[in-house]
Structures are given as structure tokens and as C-alpha cells.
């Protein structure tokens, strides 16, 4: 076995020897972020069959890369967090002792990388340098890992050299070992800053960067160090006169948070001059800083996007981001070498191979008589953030950008109105801690069924989440100059199952009303929820909207309110004593506004 280490840090070296020592490796190979080594890993991967390389004039420098069948999303009941107590883990998290873990995981592990090649990625998530950024340390056997490490995060030699200043890393293990879904485990190691991934080949098990530390571990150190880790995407909207102004927003998935980051303003508002900045479409790390206000970076550097859906109507700023540099992971391989997927542009491919590795067409259908799917559902793209057309010229400062609002949201057909405001960042908590989708034709489980999923961070956050409620209102606290916070819903529907609201790029213009409500040049309307807009604080030009939608959309109907507290009471008296007593107060209150109005 190989062994070269260029880097000075004992600490390093110590743990890169001991894992090698576990895992049995033939050779170490050390990531130093070159463009050299990149080439010389996308030939290796590709001549193994790891990747297959796309049509180089229609998709410069893309590959196509397919997983097991049984391994093509976050297995998130194999997803476990570890702890020395299980109180500190929640009830929101599945929980194993660290001993148990580490045991159950090294007998996967030992002699996992047997016949293969251990990679090092030192990787930083943030701005190499940044008060906001973390280093971490993955070990993999796997180049299609590798090479997506190298688009999400910064990676290489200059986060060695970052870490030659200290041992401060989180300890990252991954290994495909066999792909046994039987012996796959994603384990989270908060208190000794550890993560191992092992039998599992899809990114969100294995680019350790991502879910795992930029949420998991980070809000676990987040908490301790006095910030926050949040599954948010960063945008900023450029008004007429050139200020700019940023929005953290939080929506759980298939509510569109990829598409508001970049979205382009609609035709009703071009006369106004707006333009959108996207500093990161799913993760945010924010801290307060000396003027006592909220500021946040993103992480990552790159996109880790779901193809089906994505099209140049729903999202043309990621269409031309994907054009080049990227990795497509479980799409439809067309004759010419081009990729495609349900819900993308052009006509169906008559033909193809589908995400499976197997001869597709148009209308084949399987041996239950349902579609055969040409791309898997949760099949993927991974991007660089550079290649975004509004892409930030602030994703690189170590400060971040300065958040003037927090936005909530979540699918309900009926009962959350268009857009409304907390009355304070206490109350703001709670509408967060009580966000909730409603399960579609989709996803399994029962259609319409309420999902809860505070903050959007239910599957991420890494210790147990009334500390984490609690966490946020500690912050509140602190800050002299807190965002407003908001809650919205896209997805309202009529009576005959419509949606009310056109969404996409309309968005815009309730982002506008948010802002306007920051800057105190617009008025609302108090409800039992929140402030909700005026009619005519909207603006609606060149928007048409159906007779009466817009009443509906603002519209608050306390009975179906009541009846949604059922559903909160349920939820939070799973904290049982954890719970803050702030939340149970916020939950009162708004059950006294609700019976005062009737």
C-alpha cells in the first residue's frame, strides 16, 4: 500500500492510517484539487465503468453515472444518529449507542477497500478561510464520490493547508463496501465530530459534505458555538435602484426551493428592474454578527438538484447551469449520448437505455401494466454553483450577506393562506416548528395526509429538535436587529382541486410584498395567524388570477385553523418535557385569537 502524506497535521495522518488499517486499502491516494487529477479520475472511472462520458459537444465535460436499483435515495430509516443518550438525540431522529454503532459499522468496514483505492478529499464547506466555514476529512472508495465532492465543496490543497492550522476536522468514512442494502448504515457521530457511511453508493449517503455535516453535524455544532445550520436556500433580489437585499427560505421538498432561488422575474415586474442573485438553493449557515443582525453563507458550491421537473419553463437559469461540467446520476441515456428525463425539454426520445441500464421506449410498461420511467424519479443532477447564469458575486465572501427575512413554507390545498407574517420572532418559531406538507399522488403514504416538518429540517436536524426550537429562540434574543419572518404557500387549490396561484416566477411578487413589510413601506391586514397582505399591496400587474382567487388565497378560516391545532398538539406533546414553554404559549395564544374570532 502506498503511503504518502503531504500534510503536516498528526491528527491526520493518525486517523487517515488507522481507517486505512480498518478498511484494507491498496493504495492511499491524497485529492489536491487539480484539474490534472480530475482528468486523470474521470478516465479511470470511466474505463472502469463508473461513469460513462456524454456527448462532449452538446454536453461539454458531462457524465452519466447509474446507481444499484436499490440504492437511488437518502435511506433515512438506516440513517441514524449517535448518541450517548438517547434523550439527546429526540424523538425525531432513529438512535443507536456510539459503541453499538462503531462496532456494527467496522464489521462492515473492515476490508471493505480490499482490491481498491482509498481517496482523501479535504474539503471545506464555506469560503476556504471563512469564521463561517468548516474542514472536513472524507475517505472513500469511490471516484464517482470523489468527483462530486470536487463540485459541491472546496477541495484539495488549500484546505490542507487551512488545516495545517489546526485538528479541528470532522472525520468523514465511506466505503460502498458490497451495496448490500442489508448492510448499509448512515451514521452520525455529533459528540466526536464522526461520520461513516458504508453499503450505500447515492450521493445523499455518501457526499458527506452535504446532508450529513452541512446539517446534521453543523447543527449539532452549531447549537454549541451560537449559530444556526439550516436547510435554506440563499437569494437576493436587486431592486431598480441596484440595493440588494437577502432571503433565507426553508420549504420541505417537491415545494420548489431550487426554482425560487434562481427564478426569473416575471413579465408583469421586468418594468420595475428587479434581478435575483442565487448565493445557494439548499443549505445556510448564519450567524449573528457585530451589528447585530443575521448573516449567512452557503456552504456548498455546487447543485445537487433532482432532473425530473426541471425544464426550461419551470427553471431556465438551472437548465443552462447543467449544460456543462456536470454529473447526471440515474436519467435516460439517449442514442446520441445526451441525457433525458420526464419533465425535461423537447420531445420524448424514441428510444434509449433508462436509468436501470436497460433498452427503453415510450409507452413500455412493466409487468403490473404501470409506465416504465425512462429516469428514476429522485434521479439526479450535480452542478457547479459557477456555471449559474444569476449566480451571487457574494458567494464567496467570508461574512456571507446580510438576511432581512426567514421564509416558511409548505404544500396545504386549504388551509395556510398565500403569504403571512409572524407578529415577532417568537411567534416566528412556532410558525416554523409547525410547518407541514401534505402528502401528494407522489409519495407514498395516504394523499392529503399532514406531514410535519419543522423548519424543513425534520430528516436533518442532528440532535434533538425541542433543543433545537429552543436554540432559535435563544438567538432571537441576541440579535438587536432580527429578520422578519414570513410563511407561505404556493399551493393553494379551489373547490374543484385548481391551484389558485400560478407560482414560479409570480413568486416574485410576494418575495416583494416580504420585503416591503422589512422595510415598513407597506401596510397588512392582522389575523389570528399573522399580518396578511391588503389586496392592493400585491402587485398584480400583468398577473391574471381567476374571479375571486385572490380573496381566497389571503383568505384565514379559523375553523379550519382549530382544527389544525389538533394536529399541533399532537406533535409537540411528543417532546413531552422538552418541549420550551415558549412554544406551548405561542400554541395558546393562537388558540385564543382563533375562539375571540370565531
Given at each position: 500500500?502506498?503511503?504518502?502524506?503531504?500534510?503536516?497535521?498528526?491528527?491526520?495522518?493518525?486517523?487517515?492510517?488507522?481507517?486505512?488499517?480498518?478498511?484494507?486499502?491498496?493504495?492511499?491516494?491524497?485529492?489536491?484539487?487539480?484539474?490534472?487529477?480530475?482528468?486523470?479520475?474521470?478516465?479511470?472511472?470511466?474505463?472502469?465503468?463508473?461513469?460513462?462520458?456524454?456527448?462532449?459537444?452538446?454536453?461539454?465535460?458531462?457524465?452519466?453515472?447509474?446507481?444499484?436499483?436499490?440504492?437511488?435515495?437518502?435511506?433515512?430509516?438506516?440513517?441514524?444518529?449517535?448518541?450517548?443518550?438517547?434523550?439527546?438525540?429526540?424523538?425525531?431522529?432513529?438512535?443507536?449507542?456510539?459503541?453499538?454503532?462503531?462496532e456494527k459499522a467496522a464489521g462492515i468496514f473492515r476490508g471493505s477497500m480490499a482490491?481498491?483505492?482509498?481517496?482523501?478529499?479535504?474539503?471545506?464547506?464555506?469560503?476556504?478561510?471563512?469564521?463561517?466555514?468548516?474542514?472536513?476529512?472524507?475517505?472513500?472508495?469511490?471516484?464517482?464520490?470523489?468527483?462530486?465532492?470536487?463540485?459541491?465543496?472546496?477541495?484539495?490543497?488549500?484546505?490542507?493547508?487551512?488545516?495545517?492550522?489546526?485538528?479541528?476536522?470532522?472525520?468523514?468514512?465511506?466505503?460502498?463496501?458490497?451495496?448490500?442494502?442489508?448492510?448499509?448504515?448512515?451514521?452520525?457521530?455529533?459528540?466526536?465530530?464522526?461520520?461513516?457511511?458504508?453499503?450505500?453508493?447515492?450521493?445523499?449517503?455518501?457526499?458527506?459534505?452535504?446532508?450529513?455535516?452541512?446539517?446534521?453535524?453543523?447543527?449539532?455544532?452549531?447549537?454549541?458555538?451560537?449559530?444556526?445550520?439550516?436547510?435554506?436556500?440563499?437569494?437576493?433580489?436587486?431592486?431598480?435602484?441596484?440595493?440588494?437585499?437577502?432571503?433565507?427560505?426553508?420549504?420541505?421538498?417537491?415545494?420548489?426551493?431550487?426554482?425560487?432561488?434562481?427564478?426569473?422575474?416575471?413579465?408583469?415586474?421586468?418594468?420595475?428592474?428587479?434581478?435575483?442573485?442565487?448565493?445557494?438553493?439548499?443549505?445556510?449557515?448564519?450567524?449573528?454578527?457585530?451589528?447585530?443582525?443575521?448573516?449567512?453563507?452557503?456552504?456548498?458550491?455546487?447543485?445537487?438538484?433532482?432532473?425530473?421537473?426541471?425544464?426550461?419553463?419551470?427553471?431556465?437559469?438551472?437548465?443552462?447551469?447543467?449544460?456543462?461540467?456536470?454529473?447526471?446520476?440515474?436519467?435516460?441515456?439517449?442514442?446520441?449520448?445526451?441525457?433525458?428525463?420526464?419533465?425535461?425539454?423537447?420531445?420524448?426520445?424514441?428510444?434509449?437505455?433508462?436509468?436501470?441500464?436497460r433498452s427503453w421506449k415510450p409507452g413500455l410498461l412493466d409487468a403490473d401494466g404501470?409506465?416504465?420511467?425512462?429516469?428514476?424519479?429522485?434521479?439526479?443532477?450535480?452542478?457547479?454553483?459557477?456555471?449559474?447564469?444569476?449566480?451571487?458575486?457574494?458567494?464567496?465572501?467570508?461574512?456571507?450577506?446580510?438576511?432581512?427575512?426567514?421564509?416558511?413554507?409548505?404544500?396545504?390545498?386549504?388551509?395556510?393562506?398565500?403569504?403571512?407574517?409572524?407578529?415577532?420572532?417568537?411567534?416566528?418559531?412556532?410558525?416554523?416548528?409547525?410547518?407541514?406538507?401534505?402528502?401528494?399522488?407522489?409519495?407514498?403514504?395516504?394523499?392529503?395526509?399532514?406531514?410535519?416538518?419543522?423548519?424543513?429540517?425534520?430528516?436533518?436536524?442532528?440532535?434533538?429538535?425541542?433543543?433545537?426550537?429552543?436554540?432559535?429562540?435563544?438567538?432571537?434574543?441576541?440579535?438587536?436587529?432580527?429578520?422578519?419572518?414570513?410563511?407561505?404557500?404556493?399551493?393553494?387549490?379551489?373547490?374543484?382541486?385548481?391551484?389558485?396561484?400560478?407560482?414560479?416566477?409570480?413568486?416574485?411578487?410576494?418575495?416583494?410584498?416580504?420585503?416591503?413589510?422589512?422595510?415598513?413601506?407597506?401596510?397588512?391586514?392582522?389575523?389570528?395567524?399573522?399580518?396578511?397582505?391588503?389586496?392592493?399591496?400585491?402587485?398584480?400587474?400583468?398577473?391574471?388570477?381567476?374571479?375571486?382567487?385572490?380573496?381566497?388565497?389571503?383568505?384565514?378560516?379559523?375553523?379550519?385553523?382549530?382544527?389544525?391545532?389538533?394536529?399541533?398538539?399532537?406533535?409537540?406533546?411528543?417532546?413531552?418535557?422538552?418541549?420550551?414553554?415558549?412554544?406551548?404559549?405561542?400554541?395558546?395564544?393562537?388558540?385564543?385569537?382563533?375562539?375571540?374570532?370565531?
Open positions: 500500500m502506498t503511503e504518502k502524506f503531504p500534510t503536516h497535521n498528526k491528527e491526520l495522518i493518525g486517523w487517515v492510517k488507522k481507517m486505512a488499517g480498518l478498511c484494507g486499502p491498496d493504495n492511499i491516494v491524497w485529492i489536491d484539487g487539480s484539474a490534472e487529477q480530475k482528468m486523470l479520475l474521470e478516465q479511470e472511472a470511466e474505463a472502469s465503468g463508473e461513469i460513462i462520458r456524454l456527448n462532449e459537444k452538446k454536453l461539454p465535460r458531462c457524465f452519466l453515472h447509474r446507481t444499484a436499483i436499490d440504492d437511488v435515495a437518502r435511506t433515512e430509516h438506516l440513517t441514524f444518529i449517535c448518541t450517548r443518550r438517547k434523550r439527546f438525540a429526540g424523538p425525531t431522529n432513529n438512535w443507536m449507542p456510539p459503541r453499538r454503532a462503531y482490491g481498491r483505492t482509498m481517496y482523501v478529499i479535504p474539503f471545506s464547506m464555506g469560503p476556504v478561510g471563512s469564521p463561517f466555514s468548516k474542514i472536513g476529512v472524507e475517505l472513500t472508495d469511490s471516484r464517482y464520490v470523489v468527483l462530486n465532492m470536487l463540485i459541491m465543496t472546496r477541495a484539495g490543497e488549500a484546505v490542507l493547508r487551512q488545516l495545517e492550522k489546526g485538528d479541528d476536522f470532522t472525520r468523514c468514512l465511506h466505503s460502498k463496501a458490497g451495496l448490500n442494502i442489508s448492510k448499509r448504515l448512515i451514521l452520525h457521530f455529533p459528540e466526536d465530530n464522526t461520520i461513516w457511511s458504508v453499503g450505500s453508493g447515492y450521493g445523499g449517503n455518501v457526499l458527506l459534505g452535504k446532508k450529513c455535516l452541512s446539517l446534521r453535524i453543523a447543527s449539532y455544532i452549531a447549537k454549541n458555538e451560537g449559530w444556526l445550520a439550516e436547510h435554506m436556500l440563499i437569494m437576493g433580489i436587486e431592486d431598480p435602484h441596484g440595493h440588494v437585499e437577502y432571503i433565507a427560505t426553508a420549504f420541505p421538498s417537491a415545494c420548489g426551493k431550487a426554482n425560487l432561488a434562481m427564478l426569473l422575474p416575471p413579465e408583469g415586474l421586468k418594468r420595475k428592474g428587479y434581478r435575483i442573485w442565487t448565493v445557494g438553493d439548499d443549505i445556510a449557515w448564519m450567524r449573528i454578527d457585530s451589528d447585530g443582525s443575521l448573516w449567512a453563507v452557503n456552504p456548498e458550491s455546487g447543485f445537487f438538484g433532482v432532473a425530473p421537473g426541471t425544464n426550461s419553463h419551470t427553471n431556465p437559469n438551472m437548465v443552462e447551469t447543467i449544460k456543462h461540467d456536470t454529473i447526471f446520476t440515474n436519467v435516460l441515456l439517449k442514442p446520441d449520448k445526451t441525457v433525458w428525463w420526464e419533465g425535461s425539454d423537447g420531445e420524448v426520445p424514441p428510444e434509449g437505455i433508462d436509468w436501470r441500464g404501470k409506465p416504465v420511467l425512462g429516469a428514476h424519479p429522485n434521479s439526479r443532477f450535480t452542478a457547479p454553483i459557477a456555471n449559474c447564469p444569476t449566480v451571487s458575486f457574494r458567494m464567496e465572501q467570508h461574512h456571507g450577506v446580510p438576511i432581512s427575512a426567514v421564509i416558511f413554507g409548505g404544500r396545504r390545498q386549504h388551509l395556510a393562506p398565500l403569504v403571512y407574517e409572524s407578529f415577532s420572532w417568537e411567534h416566528g418559531v412556532f410558525v416554523g416548528a409547525t410547518m407541514a406538507s401534505e402528502r401528494t399522488a407522489a409519495q407514498s403514504g395516504k394523499v392529503g395526509e399532514v406531514r410535519r416538518d419543522p423548519m424543513a429540517m425534520l430528516p436533518f436536524c442532528g440532535y434533538n429538535m425541542a433543543d433545537y426550537f429552543r436554540h432559535w429562540l435563544s438567538l432571537g434574543r441576541r440579535m438587536t436587529k432580527p429578520p422578519k419572518i414570513f410563511h407561505v404557500n404556493w399551493f393553494k387549490m379551489d373547490n374543484q382541486g385548481k391551484l389558485l396561484w400560478p407560482g414560479f416566477r409570480e413568486n416574485l411578487r410576494v418575495l416583494e410584498w416580504a420585503l416591503e413589510r422589512c422595510d415598513s413601506k407597506v401596510g397588512a391586514l392582522k389575523s389570528a395567524i399573522g399580518f396578511i397582505p391588503r389586496p392592493e399591496d400585491l402587485d398584480l400587474n400583468g398577473l391574471k388570477l381567476s374571479e375571486g382567487a385572490l380573496e381566497k388565497l389571503l383568505e384565514v378560516r379559523s375553523k379550519d385553523w382549530v382544527e389544525e391545532l389538533k394536529g399541533i398538539k399532537i406533535f409537540f406533546q411528543s417532546f413531552k418535557k422538552d418541549l420550551p414553554a415558549e412554544m406551548w404559549r405561542e400554541y395558546y395564544a393562537l388558540a385564543e385569537r382563533l375562539r375571540s374570532r370565531g
